[in-house]
């Protein structure tokens, strides 16, 4: 394909982390990392890299930018100069509202996406990689949002989906899944990756999760996420910190990546601090940034936030906490689940792992602001969801009565 065709985007080519002197043209879509400067032991991720010289940014960035951007486009259409070609059609991803929980700190709430989570940022732009390398379809190994999100856009794309999943799937997943008509298939965890590489190499179905032994991903993924940055900036300016979920770091180089593009296009003057909040059951990143490494392997222990544990960290996340002044936290589940109760009652219904924002800032204390926390996906992703048994009440005033003096309703 001929991504000259599609000159909305400025995307020029891609580059290595591991040193970003290191180029390559736009296709082939990497999806194992920068194969210059990656080694046994650490495989560095690639991104793209665009033309920024030639980005309008008044039409793009400036006080008179319509919402749906120049030509009117919404979703992620409206930053397209700044991101790789969206050749797979879109599903009205991004503009998600900016919650004000309490004065100073906002909740980016990101359930408000097409599959009730941030990953549709980033599979509009993977599937769009599998459109220009004219893939015969994607495959996925996820336990969760990614694999929902990935069967959505490949649906849209007329492309088929392959999904490996582990052994258990929540039921609102399960549900995104068969309805999008993916191929699921529940494998032991440590078969994911595997298996997935053999679909790829036997089958050559395009990769939109990672292949590689320490986390590189898909070098246009990260690219959706920068989109947060840029709608976090319109809605409210820069923060003085901004609090991410984090599994792999992908959504919060991302986010980082998109603050340093506005102060590189001169649209602001600096870059938020921004803070990756890991579980403590694992917390690879933590224990990178700690001990000065690229990456980290972590023994993992029980945890409810599956959607973010991880045993592996990538490069990318070690980037965006330094490069930010950023810190790495390591929060335990009972800080995540008193975060996810703050949320339901000021009407925000997040899954444990995307409570791991606001938790982060808790367990922070003061910082100064505004803060944003980044809230990756709806409560109906989490494990045991609609599996509480109900019982009914006896249809009688005074059972009914008692029950609402039991929650503090009387007259």
């Not at 994911?192 to 395009?206: A, F, I, K, S």
Request: glycine share 12%; with cysteine; hydrophobic share 40%.
């Amino acid at each position: 394909m001929v991504l000259d065709a599609y000159p909305a985007s400025l995307a020029t080519g891609q580059r290595s982390l591991g040193d970003p002197a290191v180029g390559y043209p736009l296709l082939p879509p990497l999806t194992e990392g920068c194969p210059e400067t990656s080694t046994p032991e650490v495989s560095y991720p690639a991104e793209v890299d665009y033309a920024y010289d030639k980005v309008d940014v008044e039409a793009l960035f400036g006080p008179s930018a319509r919402y749906g951007g120049p030509a009117g486009r919404a979703g992620l259409d409206r930053w397209a100069p700044l991101l790789p070609p969206l050749l797979a059609p879109g599903l009205g991803e991004g503009g998600t509202p900016l919650v004000e929980l309490e004065p100073g700190v906002y909740v980016k709430d990101e359930s408000r996406n097409p599959t009730w989570s941030h990953k549709d940022r980033l599979n509009r732009c993977t599937t769009s990689a599998a459109v220009a390398a004219g893939a015969p379809g994607i495959v996925v190994a996820s336990s969760g949002n990614h694999g929902a999100s990935a069967a959505a856009y490949a649906a849209r794309a007329g492309l088929p989906c392959v999904v490996f999943t582990g052994p258990s799937l929540p039921p609102a997943v399960d549900s995104f899944l068969n309805a999008y008509g993916a191929v699921v298939l529940p494998v032991p965890w440590e078969a994911r990756w595997p298996l997935m590489r053999q679909v790829v190499e036997r089958l050559g179905l395009h990769p939109v999760s990672n292949l590689t032994t320490t986390h590189t991903g898909h070098a246009y993924g990260p690219e959706g996420y920068k989109t947060i940055a840029y709608e976090i900036h319109r809605d409210l300016g820069v923060p003085g910190a901004v609090f991410v979920p984090t599994g792999y770091a992908e959504l919060l180089y991302g986010v980082w990546k998109g603050f340093v593009e506005l102060e590189r296009l001169g649209v602001t003057d600096r870059v938020p601090r921004i803070f990756a909040c890991e579980p403590a059951a694992a917390a690879p990143l933590a224990q990178a940034v700690r001990e000065g490494l690229p990456v980290a392997r972590a023994e993992r222990r029980p945890t409810d936030a599956y959607s973010i544990v991880s045993t592996v960290s990538g490069y990318r996340g070690v980037l965006a906490v330094r490069g930010s002044g950023g810190r790495a936290l390591a929060l335990e589940d009972a800080q995540l689940a008193a975060a996810q109760r703050e949320l339901a009652r000021a009407g925000l219904w997040t899954e444990l792992s995307s409570a791991a924002g606001l938790a982060g800032l808790r367990a922070v204390g003061d910082v100064e602001g505004p803060v944003v926390c980044v809230s990756t996906s709806s409560g109906f992703k989490d494990l045991g969801v609609g599996s509480r048994p109900t019982a009914l009440v006896a249809p009688e005033w005074g059972e009914v009565e008692r029950r609402l003096a039991a929650a503090g309703i009387r007259g």
